[in-house]
């Protein structure tokens, strides 16, 4: 049976980047992608695939039940990929409405689309067919300076971002366990690499550095992430939809622990060797005011993909960064077409408590 691939999400960072990746490694599958398009979502990131005859585009919510069950009787999907989700915690604290609506609701409906679609197909779909709900680190919490989050991690959101996550992380295991849907979900670290949304930490200090503006770092730039690059993201996607066991959950990190300011010097020092301003670019940053609910640390024991499934990430974390920079500064015109949009590298994220519907 030739694969059928049905990704929510995929005018975005990595489903987009899931799309192509899908498309060179399985060439006998065909991809849908579904997307609302909103500020995040761009068609101009699958620019490189309209034209393959295997690749079809729906607009459409996962939060609303007549999209999603039209999309499912037209593509009749054998992997359904959920990576639909509005994801940037500053967004969430000033408005969270949305991220319920979205992150929460939207899995529910796809949820429901899957089972449907189930009901209809025969023994061997029924056994072929995989739900991947891709999920983020951000749900186990903050980490203390020692110790990994893995897949018996305790859920302790602590943005409005990672609570919606974590719901619609509890719905997708709910559904293996009560409807006998194939649910995988994934739990991955921060990712990067090219056509990511300039709101996040690496292309928006990118973009910055390049035009001497100023380089926000929250508190004291001391928070710790752990780095994942987009590709290797989806090379582990695609082996957790091909070889993965259902109702299992899967951590997928870089192994790149970097604290906040240490990425941005990086980026800095990566600009001044190749795009020199005739200043060090370090002299940019400026510490500001923390988020509220800023988690201090994240870092994740990829174990078990390793030990069951044989990934590991393909980048160092100074390849991958450098070949970020040198995507964002080889394409300033796709840059300048999501600025004339909404966004304009404002600071995001200071509703005050009582704010935010």
């Known amino acids: 049976m030739e694969p059928s691939f049905f990704v929510t999400g ?3 960072f990595i489903g987009s ?9 399985q060439p006998a599958a065909s991809v849908t992608v579904m997307d609302r398009l909103t500020y995040a979502g761009n068609m101009d990131n699958l620019q490189d695939v309209l034209d393959d005859p295997r690749f079809s585009f729906v607009e459409g919510d996962i939060a609303n039940p007549v999209d999603v069950e039209t999309a499912f009787k037209a593509t009749k999907p054998t992997v359904v990929f959920n990576l639909a989700a509005e994801s940037h915690v500053d967004r969430s604290i000033d408005g969270p409405r949305e991220f319920v609506r979205t992150n929460v609701m939207g ?5 429901e689309g899957a089972r449907r679609h189930l009901s209809r197909c025969g023994d061997v779909e029924r056994g072929s067919f995989r739900f991947v709900h ?3 680190d951000e749900v186990y919490g903050s980490l203390g300076p020692e110790g990994y989050f893995s897949e018996e991690s305790q859920f302790q959101p602590n943005s409005p971002y990672a609570a919606t996550k974590a719901g619609a992380d509890h719905l997708a295991r709910a559904y293996f366990h009560t409807f006998g849907v194939p649910t995988i979900t994934t739990n991955c670290s921060n990712n990067y690499g090219p056509f ?10 990118i973009l910055n550095a390049l035009e001497g503006k100023p380089l926000p770092v929250y508190g004291d730039g001391k928070n710790v992430r752990d780095w994942l690059h987009v590709e290797d993201h989806c090379a582990g996607l695609d082996l957790v939809a091909r ?5 299992e959950t899967y951590c997928i990190g870089g192994k790149n622990e970097r604290t906040n300011i240490e990425i ?3 980026i800095c020092r990566v600009l001044d060797e ?3 301003l005739g200043t060090d670019r370090r002299s940019l940053i400026r510490y500001v005011a923390d988020r509220p609910g800023h988690d201090r640390r994240y870092a994740i024991d990829a174990s078990k993909i390793r030990s069951e499934l044989g990934w590991l990430p393909g980048r160092t974390f100074r390849d991958g960064i450098v070949e970020t920079v040198e995507w964002y500064t080889s394409n300033l015109d796709w840059c300048r077409r999501i600025h004339e949009g909404v966004y304009r590298r404002e600071r995001l994220g200071l509703a005050s408590p009582a704010e935010g519907a």
């Open 243 to 247: 070889r993965g066991r259902p109702g």
């Open 10 to 12: 995929g005018a975005g």
């Open 196 to 205: 990511q949304f300039p709101e996040k930490l690496i292309p928006l200090v």
């Open 134 to 136: 891709v999920s983020t």
């Open 107 to 111: 899995t529910f409906e796809l949820l």
């Open 264 to 266: 941005v010097e990086t």
């Open 17 to 25: 980047n899931l799309v192509k990746y899908l498309l060179k490694h």
């Open 274 to 276: 190749r795009c020199p």
